[in-house]
C-alpha cells in the first residue's frame, strides 16, 4: 500500500514555464487537496476535489489548475510559474473517518 | 469561516519536561479538530483527532489533547519531552461537514539535552 505519492520531489523552474506535479492515492478515498507550505504561514489550501469530475477552490487557487479525472489521480498544473509559487507543495486524500493522509511533499523553486 | 490560532512559533523545553503547545480555533459550527507533526523534509504525519465523544484525545507518541469548548482550545500536551520530538507541530480546524481543513501557522518544538 503506497498511500499518496508525490511526483517529482524536487523540481527548478524558470519563470514562465509551466509543469505538473502529479499525486496518486492508491486508498479509494473520494476527497482528494492540495496545499502549499511557506515559511511561517502554515499550510494553505489550494484545490481540492470531493471525487471523479469535481473539483473546487481553496484559499490561494491563482496560478493553479487541477483535473480529477479519475479517483487515483489528481494533478496540480502550474500554468505560467512565478518566484512567489517557489514554495512546498504536500498533496493529500482523506478517508471515511476523516482522516487525511499526506504525500511527502514537493519542493518548487522558481527562478 | 474557521481559523486557528497557535501560540508561539517557538517552544523550548528540557528532555523530560512538559510540553505544552497552545491552540485556540474559530468556528461558526462544532468542529474538527487535529494536530499534525512534521519531521524535517517529511509530510505531515497525524498525531491525533477530535471529532466527537470524549475531550481528551490520546495520540501517538505519548501526546494527547483537550478539547474545551468554552475556551474554545485544543493544547496538546506530553508529560515528558525525548529529544525525538523535536520537530513542527500543526493544529487544523475543519467543520463537521469537512470540506476545506485550515491550518495553524505551525509551532516548532525545541528539546534540549
Known amino acids: 500500500n503506497a498511500g499518496v505519492t508525490q511526483t517529482p520531489k524536487f523540481q527548478v523552474l524558470k519563470t514562465g514555464q509551466s509543469m505538473t506535479l502529479q499525486c496518486a492515492q492508491d486508498?479509494?478515498?473520494?476527497?482528494m487537496s492540495w496545499y502549499r507550505q511557506d515559511p511561517g504561514m502554515g499550510l494553505r489550501l489550494i484545490h481540492y476535489s470531493v471525487g471523479a469530475g469535481i473539483t473546487d477552490q481553496g484559499e490561494v487557487p491563482n496560478g493553479y489548475n487541477v483535473s480529477r479525472s479519475t479517483t487515483e489521480d489528481f494533478p496540480l498544473r502550474l500554468l505560467s510559474a512565478a518566484p512567489s509559487q517557489t514554495s512546498v507543495y504536500f498533496c493529500?486524500?482523506?478517508?471515511?473517518?476523516?482522516?487525511?493522509?499526506f504525500g511527502e511533499g514537493s519542493w518548487l523553486t522558481v527562478v | 469561516a474557521q481559523s486557528v490560532t497557535q501560540l508561539g512559533s517557538h517552544v523550548s523545553v528540557s528532555e523530560g519536561a512538559l510540553v505544552l503547545l497552545r491552540c485556540n480555533y474559530s468556528?461558526?459550527?462544532?468542529?474538527?479538530l487535529f494536530w499534525y507533526v512534521q519531521y524535517p523534509n517529511q509530510g505531515l504525519q497525524l498525531l491525533l483527532k477530535y471529532t466527537t465523544g470524549a475531550t481528551l484525545v490520546k495520540g501517538i507518541n505519548g501526546f494527547e489533547a483537550e478539547f474545551k469548548k468554552s475556551e474554545t482550545s485544543f493544547h496538546l500536551t506530553k508529560p515528558s519531552a525525548h529529544m525525538s520530538d523535536a520537530a513542527e507541530y500543526f493544529c487544523?480546524?475543519?467543520?463537521?461537514?469537512?470540506?476545506?481543513?485550515?491550518f495553524g501557522t505551525g509551532t516548532r518544538l525545541l528539546v534540549s539535552p
Open positions: 486508498m479509494n478515498h473520494e476527497y
Open positions: 487544523a480546524v475543519t467543520p463537521s461537514g469537512f470540506q476545506k481543513l485550515v
Open positions: 493529500a486524500s482523506r478517508d471515511s473517518r476523516n482522516t487525511i493522509y
Open positions: 468556528s461558526s459550527v462544532p468542529p474538527y
